[in-house]
């Protein structure tokens, strides 16, 4: 009878094995992101430890876990993450290896973090910004004495992955490159004052000013000013582009001006993409690649509202269009 006492050690030495194939599970060390000097923190999220800590407190409400189960990432590293991605523009695997976690991590953190920040961008992003009116036109008329100007409108592409769907064909742009085409107002202090990112790289300029809200109100006479814009939109009352042939002094004056003073919205792509990195290529479907952009546009409007350090900006012409 001594079958039970055997099969009872068969047993035992099969949980052995079982257990000697069994993955254990590894919860790493994951150290505090703030908890380096200011230049560390720079380079690699873009934002002082102030700011990091204000944007903890912004967006901790709707990114927080609600228990610590399996580890969960706190709100500081959270933010971190995110800000590594959006400022590295590197793979996410890249930026999982640097912050010691998985690619699988580091979407669903990135995912969250854009869609919180998305879902404030009526509050840091509103046109015709955040100052009074004339405060906006004083600002603007300092850089080169051109009256009644509330913005400079122009429209930027940004790189995507090929996407799938029979629609695919509309996001390839006169460079034969899959991009979205993103309209941006800017104020003298390059901060963005409307965003308009859902077009696809085959539409125009103009036809993307005049399907906005911004045509429809200053149509309307809601908005005393103008915007000054590039040749290729429609020269109308409320918005003004260069003369395609000055002859005399007085319209050759008056080209210099608006090109001095519209070179504001050229500045404030560079800045945008030199702080954000991942703007130059974006390897998501279109829908995620406007959310993103959407919170790059927020980040951006609190660091130059919070007067963080800017990045070395980029020509917008060396980038891709």
């Known amino acids: ?15 052995i094995i079982r257990r000697a194939f069994q993955r254990e599970r590894l919860f790493r060390d994951r150290s505090d992101p703030l908890a380096y000097d200011e230049d560390h923190l720079f380079e690699r999220y873009r934002f002082s430890r102030d700011a990091l800590k204000y944007l ?3 967006l901790g409400p709707k990114i927080q876990h609600r228990t610590a189960r399996s580890h969960a990432l706190t709100v500081p590293q959270m933010v971190c993450v995110t800000l590594r991605f959006l400022a590295s523009g590197s793979f996410l695997y890249s930026v999982g ?4 976690l998985n690619k699988a991590t580091i979407c669903r953190t990135v995912r969250r973090v854009c869609l919180a920040l998305k879902s404030v961008i009526n509050i840091f992003v509103t046109f015709p910004g955040h100052r009074r009116l004339p405060y906006i036109k004083e600002d603007f ?3 080169a004495a051109f009256p009644n100007v509330i913005g400079a409108v122009d429209c930027t592409h940004i790189g995507i992955q ?14 034969s490159f899959h991009r979205i085409n993103v309209q941006i107002i800017c104020d003298a202090n390059c901060l963005i004052s409307n965003l308009e990112a859902k077009w696809p790289g085959s539409v125009h300029d103009s036809r993307i000013f005049r399907a906005s809200p911004i045509h429809r109100t200053l149509s309307q006479g809601v908005l005393s000013g103008l915007l000054l814009g590039d040749k290729g939109y429609a020269c109308e009352s409320f918005l003004l582009t260069p003369l395609a ?6 319209q050759q004056a008056y080209n210099h001006s608006h090109s001095r003073t ?14 954000f990195q991942c703007l130059h290529h974006l390897r998501v479907s279109p829908p995620r690649a406007c959310d993103i952009i959407a919170a790059c546009a927020v980040l951006h409007n609190i660091a130059g509202l919070r007067r963080e350090r800017a990045p070395t900006p980029v020509a917008d012409d060396c980038l891709y269009l």
């Open 1 to 15: 009878m001594a079958w039970p006492f055997v099969k009872d050690v068969l047993d035992e030495e099969a949980l």
């Open 56 to 58: 903890c407190r912004l």
């Open 97 to 100: 290896d640097a912050e010691n």
């Open 141 to 143: 008329y300092k850089i």
């Open 162 to 175: 090929r996407p799938s769907g029979e629609h695919e064909g509309d996001y390839i742009n006169r460079k």
């Open 245 to 250: 042939d000055p002859q005399t002094p007085q």
């Open 262 to 275: 519209r070179a504001r919205i050229e500045m404030t792509f560079g800045l945008l993409k030199s702080r």
